[in-house]
């Protein structure tokens, strides 16, 4: 579970909301429209929608962006990137 903590994903997830994120998910199972909690190479936990689904390096990558944001978010998120699938969200 994860508290969001920012309006980027305004008006799905509020401040303060709690996301279930369910592990275990196949590289194939992502899906554009999915919302996903991922780590960013610096460190820090990001919870945002997948926007289109690419192939690179012969893997699928994911270009994300919060729904609230006007750009994509700057990094690709690999596989190896990704925490989890949002399968709840229990408002604030």
């Known amino acids: 579970?994860?508290?969001?903590?920012?309006?980027?994903?305004?008006?799905?997830?509020?401040?303060?909301?709690i996301v279930v994120v369910k592990k275990g998910y196949d590289n194939d199972?992502?899906?554009t429209g999915n919302i996903i909690?991922?780590?960013?190479?610096?460190?820090?936990?990001?919870?945002?929608?997948?926007?289109?689904v690419i192939l690179a390096d012969m893997q699928q990558s994911y270009i994300t962006k919060g729904d609230?944001?006007?750009a994509r978010d700057e990094?690709?998120?690999?596989y190896d990137d990704i925490i989890g699938k949002v399968v709840l969200t229990l408002p604030k």
Do not use: C, W
């Open 29 to 31: 199972r992502f899906k």
């Open 75 to 78: 990094e690709l998120v690999e």
């Open 37 to 52: 909690t991922f780590k960013r190479k610096d460190g820090e936990i990001i919870t945002h929608r997948i926007s289109k």
């Open 1 to 17: 579970m994860y508290v969001i903590i920012s309006g980027s994903m305004q008006p799905e997830l509020d401040i303060g909301d």
């Open 68 to 70: 609230n944001n006007a």
